[in-house]
């Protein structure tokens, strides 16, 4: 294999009697995660003259363009892979690398944003009629936002490749960390109509009953735990 072919070259599929594409790299990553291709498909990069498998290709990939793809605000990347992809993917990552990071979502907290909009609304109709009800409606208002703020922003979830942690307080901040290593069981609780968005709370444990660490009240729960156990494979 040429180590100096440029990652921007294109690729060709070679799958059930056909040629496919030409694709970029993050072209054949989506159709891999779409279960279009196969990391035992055969491939060509445009002006090779040997064909390869595109697990090969991805074990070849850069680490540059893993980590633009693993940096993409959303989810993070937790689809299962085969030995090759979790091989790449555990060569790739530096031990301080952020691979996710997360609040509590204010949609678990509805009265507050409830609070948050009829309390704006009233303030702005009531302006013309009673000027002591407007700015009492718009007092609710920011209390409502105040405490929104203060659940989102005091409370930080990271993981790394190498620990998980939990940093909360607003000024005075205190964290709590576990190793990746050291967690033996997950457990994701997604409850009620947030839950049914993937919203939950995620237990980590290491030791004991009590869990050690935990997300509350994030975005694509699930998720979070496949990649701790992709870490923990990898």
Known sequence: ?????PVEGSVFVLKEGRKLGPFDVDEILDGLEEGDFSYED?????????????KDLLDWEPDTTRKKRRTDP???????????SRKGFANSLSSDELLYAGHPSILCYPGSLLSVVLG?????????????????????????????????????????????EVM??????????????DVRAINVRCRGLSGMLGIGTVDFFTTGDAPEITFHKIWAANKVKALVRRLQDA
């Open 120 to 164: 704006a609304t009233a303030g702005a109709w009531l302006i013309p009629f009673n000027t002591i009800f407007s700015l009492a409606s718009f007092a609710i208002s920011v209390s409502g936002l105040a405490f929104l703020s203060l659940m989102r922003f005091t409370s930080d979830y990271q993981i790394m490749p190498k620990r998980i």
């Open 74 to 84: 959303g989810f993070p990347p937790v689809d299962s892979a085969g030995p090759a």
């Open 168 to 181: 909360t307080g607003l000024i005075a901040r205190s964290s709590t960390e576990v190793r990746v290593e």
């Open 1 to 5: 294999m040429d180590d100096h072919f």
């Open 42 to 54: 055969i491939c060509l990069r445009e002006g090779a003259t040997e064909c390869e498998r595109l």
